[in-house]
DNA sequence: CCTCCACCGGAACGGAGGGGGA
DNA sequence: TCCCCCTCCGTTCCGGTGGAGG
């Protein structure tokens, strides 16, 4: 019995391929700001912006990979500030990275973790994956001064990021190495795709105009493509099919979009569900209207200042859609 | 142009809950 | 065991913002 699927791992979100097929300039550009660590020279921060699905994560991974193989002595660590938005969550996957957080728990005085990373004697590569959704900048001036943490941040826009930094910390980022990321093209998609079909997939299981389809729908955003590809494999397996067929593509673009969804349904908690389901319900509301409506549907309603904080966070995950401004601003969910 | 109004989101506060240490 | 410290979550208060209408 074969299978479409022939190496699951390779068509993860996450996987970190041997060879980057594209954004070679950004490669070059992020290790030659990092290369002074070989010499035991300090190397610069680097900041990595646009839009999402760009190869922003994928390449700074790669890079800083790239850098542990020539000298052993580097520590860096992955930290996704979107799972771990607020302090403590921030220095405790700090010091996981160097297997210091072993005794750490809830009641650490702040300071404690601090000294340390403070104490941490060789250089350290601290990678911020969506640093704008950190809730507290404080970190940030906290590890700044300290001489063997390089950071690496990576963010949808830059100014987003300084913006709520203080004018100190500001000017000393400012002059870190900024790399740009655009949306990949069509073609650029197209090879990714490839790329990962060779190792990913049986032979001969997709076609090149699928493939370029793929890519169409995904508009520049890599990780979408890969998602779309993920589930048309899987549909093709799970119905014992041979090979990918277009129907299978047509039902993993909506499946794609699906699954994201889903992720982000599940983070909600009773209440945000509530407001939630109302505007799929009732399609698009002003916001007393929402609260009205949520108030009635719910036993015991949170204030109003509570349902704008969630809706917010459904903004956030893209989940509901928000126009005009004062007393014109509608809400609607997003059809998916 | 000015004022009113609905709404936005920051700040400060406090209670609940969890975990370590005496 | 109790106490302390921490985070988390929701609340209250409030200044800011941008349309609508005089």
Redesign the pocket.
Known sequence: MTSVIQNARVLQDDFLPKEIVHRHEAVNQMSKALEPVLEDDRPQDTFLVGPSGAGKTCIARYTVDQLQEQVLDIKSHYIDCWQHS????VLYKILEGVKTSY?I???????EMIARIQSVDSPYLLILDEVDQLDDMEVLRKLYPMPHITMVLIANRREEVLSTLDERLQSRLRSSVTIRFDRYTQAELVSLLDDRITWGLAPDTITTDQVHRIADVAAGNARDAISILRSAARNADHEGASEIRDSDISSAIPAAREELHEQNLKKL?E?QHAVYDILTDEGEL????I?DLYADRVS?????????????KL?DYDLVR?T??????T?EARDR
């Open positions: 607020n302090r403590f969550r005794d728990h809830r009641s650490t005085p702040e300071d908690n209440d002003p916001p007393n209207e609260y015991e309603p949170k204030t109003k200042r509570t349902v704008r904080t969630y809706l917010r903004e928000a005009g401004n004062g007393p014109n601003r809400y």
